[in-house]
DNA sequence: GCCGTTTTCGGCCCGACTGTTTTCAGTCG
């Protein structure tokens, strides 16, 4: 039973309590159930591993009821109670759930009207009734709703997943400069997951500044590569891009932006607590600004900035990466913010491939030492590593490989030699690495004489995702303990829409690089990410110490450090914690093997 | 069903948009 799933019962009871007759409480037991599932699918260990330690009720939403249910779950397997809840429901009900713009309500209208009961294949059956036109027949739909429903069905189907990152922020760009180019635009950002720089990004959301709403959405709707328009308001409206993507977009004026940008940063959790938090303050939040109850014909107080409408809170203003109800409010209240890492701070990448033939088991990089070093120079680096994945095992004997490492060595220390003649006399060195691959057994795939012409080892998994955790978590300990092995590249190896990460025990593995001082990647690949934040936050917990690093295979990759960064913020990692931030005197005494 | 710096009882975030209505329910973020 997987966290997903937990989170997918959850969610179904609560649909099926939506269903029930009731006054307030089942309303609010409907909310109770929703949260658990939130709760449940954001959890950073496993529930199971939760539960076997018996704290289920010591997770925030889970309380004596819903931890005694997830008691019987994974006891038995199921739960007796849910199944009465769930009694007289179809089973297809909650597959048309996922059909956006179709609820509870709707769907279970739906299967009853239409008889569709099995859970298999309900959407197409949906799909058929829809286009035979036998929706628009049933009380309280008509022809708008039946063909919105074909709409968003063909549109799930198209759907490959959230969009990553960096792609997020491409389409973002775009959008942002067709809404400037309209004169009442006054400003127009980017904001939702995509600025709290999450890994992977639903919906693009963009608040935009004017005194004419109504203009700005036209021209909002006239954005030339979008495939139809979902909804045109007075001061919001969405469209839909080739692929899916969808653009939501918000209309504030100036003076109120602040509030606005406030609103639409999201979290939608960290929102809510929010004005949880001001309702005990006497104070009701919306994206209009704050609000004081006890006088309601008070106009609301605007905010031009998010800063002001922080400290109306009485909070300090929290950085969006932060806003996830992960505890930033408190923080916020006591001063006790962290003070996080900036692109500026970085100072190395140790993480680069170059196209030194170095006769690789993977894919080799595009440029050449010189160039990456030059690149590094530009980028206000003092100190950078070559990694090359090692020399492959079957393609050559052992004699050549250490031939291979060798010449290496050599080219990498006459660019250390002759880098005080070039323009880049601030780098300080250039270290010479190896990205090593942990066969599944935990040994390093190079001979071990092979390690005396390295500085250092990434030591990283790239085969046998498929071992159970506690192998894996020994495999990865013992790569990890040869001398020459400081850091643990991609840790978790998840393949963001691909595949998922390993599972280790983190206690183990944080406990042994804190003692040992190893350190553990941020890899910033686009479809890596990896350490994922919220294990950055448990690694920083447990003061274990990270790299930020690039992974380049060609020149232009070095600039998506932004992204690893990104996820140390979300982490709330300080300088303290990234050693690649640590300036060339700090950082060689720590790097020294 | 959860939760606690006014509370172990009595509260529980706030608003926009749409379609099908004729004042609103449902859905979404």
Known sequence: MTNQEVAQLLRAVAAAHQLKPGGANTRFRVIAYQRAADAAEHATSELKDVWEQGKLDTIPSFGSSIAGYLDELFKTGSVRHFKTIFAGLPPALFELLQVPGIGVKTAFKLTKKLGIKDASR??????????????????GFGEDSEADIIRSIEEIKGRTGRMLLPYANQIADDVVSWLRKHPVVVRADPLGSLRRQVATVGDVDIAVASKKPQEVIEHFTKYPKKTRVLE?????????????AQVDLMVQPPQSYGSLLQHFTGSKHHNIALREFALKHGMSLSEYGIRKIKNQKLK?????????????????????????????????????LPKLIDID???GDLHLHSSFPIKTSHDEGMDSFQKMVERAGELGYEYLGFSEHNPSQSGN?????????????????KINYSRGKSENKRIKKVFNGLEIDIKPDGGLAIPE???????????????????????????????????????????????????????????????????????????????RLDLPDTLVREAVNHGVKMVINTDSHQLEHMEIMRYGVSVARRGWATETDIVNTWDWTKFSKAFSM
Do not use: M
Not at 305 to 326: H, N, T
Not at 483 to 502: C, D, F, Q, S, W
């Open 122 to 139: 309900a959407i197409e059956k949906l799909e058929r009734a829809a286009r035979e036109g036998k929706i628009r027949t049933i009380p």
């Open 232 to 244: 045109a308001g007075g001061q919001t409206s969405s469209l839909v891009l080739p692929g899916g």
């Open 300 to 336: 609301i107080k605007n905010f031009s900035s998010e800063e002001e409408f922080y400290k109306e809170l009485g909070l300090a203003w929290i950085p969006p990466e932060l806003r996830e109800d992960a505890g930033e409010i408190e923080a916020a209240l006591e001063g006790k």
């Open 345 to 347: 701070n970085i100072r």
């Open 397 to 413: 004997t052992k004699k050549q490989i250490l031939e291979l490492l060798k010449k290496k060595k050599e080219a990498i220390e």
């Open 449 to 527: 004489e092979g390690f005396e012409f390295l500085d250092y080892a990434i030591v990283s998994v790239h085969s046998s995702f498929r071992q159970n955790k506690k192998e894996q978590t020994k495999r990865v300990i013992t790569g990890l303990s040869h001398p020459k092995a400081k850091i643990l590249g991609h840790p978790t190896t998840r393949r963001l829409n691909r595949r998922e990460g390993i599972e280790f025990d983190w206690e183990q593995i944080f406990d042994f690089c804190k003692k040992h001082d190893k350190w553990l990647e941020i890899n910033s690949w686009f479809d």
